[in-house]
Each structure stands twice: as C-alpha cells, then as structure tokens.
C-alpha cells in the first residue's frame, strides 16, 4: 500500500471521528453595562428593628409601582457572568449612584453588588450588597433570584431577597437580624458580550479538524514525492 493511501486513510478516519464528536454550543462571557436596580422593603418592619426612612437623594424612578426606590447602575460597572448552565456569576461588581438615610443620621449608598462564594449559605447565593458611602460594609446577603431572564442583550433579575448580613446585623447591635429578610431587589441591566469559548467537546472537534487538514497536506507532500521519485527512476 503506498504511503499516500494511508494517508488518505488516515484522514478519512479523522474526518468520520469529527462527524461524530459530540460538538456543543459555546459558551459566552458577558458583562453589565448600564441599568436599574429596584428595591422594597416593608417600611413598618424596618422601623420596628430601628431604622426609620427618613430620605434619598440622586435616586431614580424603580423598574415600577411594587418597589420604593431605584439606583442607576453605573459605568464603573465591570460584573461578568457566564451562559455556562444558565447562568453562572464570575467575577466584578455592579455599582450604582443613589443614597438613603435612616433616621436622619445614617446615610448609605452608592451600592456596589458584589460576589463571594464562601458566603452562600442558607438561603445566601454569595452575592452581597454593599454601602460604600458610610459604613463601608455589607448590609445585605443576597438570595438566589426567584426569576432569571436573558436574552443575550437584557438581563433581569427579580424575586431577589435582601437578607440582614452578619456585619450590619452588628452595627445595629442586634446578632438575631443576620438572615433575616429586609426586602426585595430587583436588577434590570443591559448587557454586552466580551468572549466566547468553546467548550472541552468544541475545542476536541476543533483540534480534530485540524488534524484533518494536517492530514491533507500530508496527503499531497507524499503524493508529491512519489511522483518525483517514479520520474528520478525513469
């Protein structure tokens, strides 16, 4: 058999391996950009811990009538999250501008949402939002959303509970708050694709085209050489 038919075999087997390989869609890399985060909390509920809603300020309209305030979602904005299995956090912060004040004392805001892994626990995902106006720590534990919509442009999350973290549990001087439900968030983001990677099948099948085409080249070089060495033998 010459060398240029094992060649050829070789590469029609390659090409017969990629037509089956299992060969998935990719993945994508996304990142926020713009948006509003819309918030409720049971006003009477927070008064009874001691904390009175005594005003905002550069706040905006929220998404609609069910929550009490928005906070715009700022171009310092560099949260990413992956399409991976539906939807799965990976690294940044959403910031937004707006502040409140409780009883015309405390003054918190300008929220960054952030992500920590090692606090998804209970009923927490690990996301977290934070004051950075005054207090400087996490106020809220952030629940899993009750609803996830994106359709590579938009996404939203809602249903999403507020939870007393230990830390701000602690400048109230009550330790039984941490955990407890403050109220309900909502984020309604615009969003841009930054990278898409193949997953391990994709990136199998794609070094397994290659080989075919490797597998090509080869095919002609020796095709190539027996040719000229049937003409040297004449």
């Known amino acids: 058999m010459r060398f240029s038919q094992i060649s050829v075999i070789l590469g029609g087997t390659i090409a017969a391996f990629v037509s089956i390989a299992p060969i998935r869609a990719e993945t994508a890399t ?8 819309s918030v409720y909390h049971d006003l009477s509920y927070l008064s009874s811990v001691g904390l009175n809603l005594t005003g905002t300020d550069n706040t905006v309209e929220p998404i609609n009538s069910n929550f009490l305030v928005g ?9 990413t999250f992956s399409d991976v299995g539906g939807l ?16 015309n004392q405390v003054t918190v805001g300008n929220f960054s949402v952030g992500l920590d892994p ?16 005054s207090l400087n720590t996490i106020l809220f534990d952030l629940s899993t959303p009750g609803t996830v919509a994106f359709d590579g ?17 602690g400048v109230l001087g009550n330790s039984s708050l941490a955990g407890m439900l403050a109220g309900i968030a909502r984020i309604d983001a615009k969003v841009v694709r930054v990278a898409a990677v193949p997953e391990g099948a994709s990136v199998l099948a794609i070094l397994s085209v ?17 040719s000229d060495c049937s003409r040297a033998s004449l």
Not at 118 to 133: E, I, P, Y
């Open 210 to 226: 290659s080989a075919v085409v490797l597998a090509t080249k080869r095919s002609k070089l020796l095709s190539k050489n027996i």
């Open 153 to 169: 442009k938009d996404l939203t999350l809602a249903d999403v509970k507020l939870l007393f973290s230990p830390e701000f549990a």
């Open 30 to 37: 996304y990142q926020v950009q713009s948006g509003v985060t």
């Open 88 to 103: 799965t956090p990976l690294s940044g912060t959403i910031e937004h501008t707006g502040t409140v004040t409780f009883n």
């Open 118 to 133: 090692t606090r998804a626990t209970n009923n927490a995902s690990g996301l977290f939002l934070k004051d950075t106006v």
């Open 71 to 79: 906070f715009n979602i700022t171009p310092a904005t560099n949260f």
